[in-house]
């Protein structure tokens, strides 16, 4: 089973993809995590986007695919959950050919939907929670660069809820629910 998850940053998307994993046997395909991965790796594709990330630049679609065809065909699990990806349309048809290529298929889409406002202030105390208890805090997590980001995935990935609600794949979840009631409805949308 393959799925995405699919909601703003802060939504929830990898603490649900971290329940799949411990729960299904899923693996998670977290875009962020297999730069980085590839950046440390010393390997041919992992020099190239050092050097991309290094100079502030945003990696390449078909870099991006190339990772993921990767795992894809390497990592071995109950299905793959993809986090943080797609963001665009251009990236979705690309992971539905190479889904089709591989002989597998998109099961569903996760939206979770939550509101903007409870989400900034989630992410601000996240931070805060954090910070007082010494722990690391993301440079981002704080009001200003949370409304970028949120700006970001309404221009840019937001446009999937449609793609994917067209296609039939799309399933909704409050996101905004405690963590358990949202497991639960994610674990009935799977089931």
């Known amino acids: 089973m393959n799925i995405i998850l699919l909601g703003p940053p802060g939504a929830g998307k990898g603490t649900q993809a971290q329940h799949l994993v411990e729960t299904r046997g899923m693996v998670q395909l977290s875009t962020g995590d297999m730069l980085r991965?590839?950046?440390?790796?010393?390997?041919e594709m992992g020099q190239k986007v050092a050097e991309i990330m290094d100079a502030g630049k945003l990696v390449t679609d078909e870099i991006v695919i190339g990772l993921i065809e990767e795992k894809l065909m390497t990592e071995k699990g109950a299905g793959f959950i993809f986090d943080g990806f797609p963001r665009t349309l251009a990236q979705a048809d690309a992971l539905a050919?190479?889904?089709?290529?591989?002989?597998q298929?998109?099961?569903?889409?996760?939206?979770?939907?939550?509101?903007?406002?409870?989400?900034v202030k989630r992410i601000v105390n996240r931070a805060e929670e954090?910070?007082?208890?010494?722990?690391?805090?993301?440079?981002d997590d704080n009001e200003d660069s949370v409304r970028i980001r949120l700006?970001?995935?309404?221009?840019?990935?937001?446009?999937l809820i449609g793609y994917y609600h067209a296609k039939g794949d799309l399933r909704p979840v409050n996101g905004l629910a405690s963590i358990d009631e949202v497991t639960a409805s994610i674990e009935a949308i799977l089931n």
């Open 151 to 159: 700006m970001e995935y309404y221009k840019k990935t937001a446009p």
């Open 97 to 103: 050919a190479l889904l089709a290529k591989l002989g």
């Open 130 to 139: 954090a910070r007082a208890a010494g722990k690391p805090v993301r440079a």
């Open 37 to 43: 991965e590839a950046k440390t790796s010393g390997t």
């Open 105 to 119: 298929s998109l099961h569903t889409v996760i939206e979770m939907r939550v509101d903007d406002e409870t989400l």
